[in-house]
């Protein structure tokens, strides 16, 4: 044995130790309820654009991170943090110009007028309030999701997200995403829900879509699917709620938000994650009329949410994605993705089909005739096998067997083909260990 190979082993072994260190007082001090991801879990220490790098100096390409939109630990973002933190950060009951900059900004993004703005810390907040104005407006308690949603872990939220395994409530529906419910179409399929919740004596409230459907395995496609689905519950006296917690800013390259993919104007749109690269902020933006009912009604108060920290965060990503041209990025970088992935969908049996656009993607994979194991358990070696390649990305669908490839909007057109060799090399291991 050389002496490299020698010191190889002992800082393998000094890893190990580590790991299984942290991984006991992870244990003993947070209880059992978190999850991690990959079977030999990830110890990141450091980001810098599109890459974290492990305690042992690896690093590894993102590829799955939508919350660092525009990079980890992007400069013009934390100098702003920096900036405003030293200078004051206090809640929205006093004046702050900084919130209405934002505000300014962000609601001219948006494809029409009439919105205002309320903000919130997280998505999963976005999305309960949301809720609480949508219902408070129509005066309706029920709710359509899709069959596999997932919109957030407050008490709302998680019980309109069948993808976390709760007991949905009796005034919540479920409808297949669109393109997986057979001859029924989305819109079809809606009816049908808002049907049945009325013959129960439940008034609709609102039918909430993430745009991209990614809990429901990356359902980019067909791009009409939201029209008559919207019509149909705004009929019943409900309202569109849309989720653009995943799809929005510049996410799938074409537009800044996905519903505009389907030619819709919700009355609401909720956003979180990519608002501040990391930093928590999150947002509702809902038609005047909905937020003056709401208003009338409820004393509304978030500590944190708008902060004037939070804000410049957010402002400083709107100003990168704008400098830096991320969205035309995602759309032709994206289109280098997907090219790729359907080369590879030509030489590896297993993938059944690529969906998605932009930097957003969904492989969804097939176990082999002769397959012993689920086809999660397959999804399941392919993301720790890319994991062990040093490239990061996760899976989703009903059947845990889409892969979900979701990087940071700078990801360039070689950080794609370092993806797509990766993937090629993982799923020839887990074919092979899968037989």
Known sequence: MSVIEAREIRVAAAAAETAASLLARRAHLL????????????????????????????????????????????????????????????????LHTGILDYAERLLALLPAAGYQLMLTCTGSEANDLALRAARAFTGGTGVIVTECAYHGVTAAVAEVSPSLGMALGPMVRTVPAP????????????????????????????????????????????????????EAIRRAGGVLIADEVQAGFWRLGERMWGFERHGVVPDIVTMGKPMGNGHPVAGVALRAEIIASFGAAVRYFNTFGGNPVSCAAASAVLDVLEEEKLGENALYVGEHLHAGLRWLAGRHPLIAEVRGTGLFAGVELKAPEDASQPVAQLAARVVNGMREAGVLISATGVQGNVLKIRPPLPFSGEHADLLLDALDGALTLAVSAHA
């Not at 590829?63 to 943090?81: D, F, K, L, S, T």
């Not at 129960?200 to 496609?221: E, I, K, N």
């Open 31 to 94: 209880g059992p309820a978190y999850r991690l991801f990959y079977e030999r879990p990830l110890h990141p220490v450091r980001g810098e654009g599109v890459w974290l790098y492990d305690d042992e100096g690896r690093r590894y390409l993102d590829a799955y991170n939508n919350v660092a939109a525009v990079g980890h630990c992007h400069p013009r973002v934390v100098e702003a943090i920096a900036r405003q933190a030293a200078q004051l950060n206090t809640h929205t009951r006093y």
């Open 179 to 230: 393109g997986t419910g057979g001859a029924l179409s989305f819109a079809g399929h809606v009816q049908a829900a808002i049907d049945d919740l009325q013959a129960h004596g439940v008034r609709p409230a609102a039918l909430l879509v993430d745009t991209v459907f990614s809990s429901d395995g990356v359902r980019s496609h067909p791009c009409d699917a939201l029209a008559g689905a919207a």
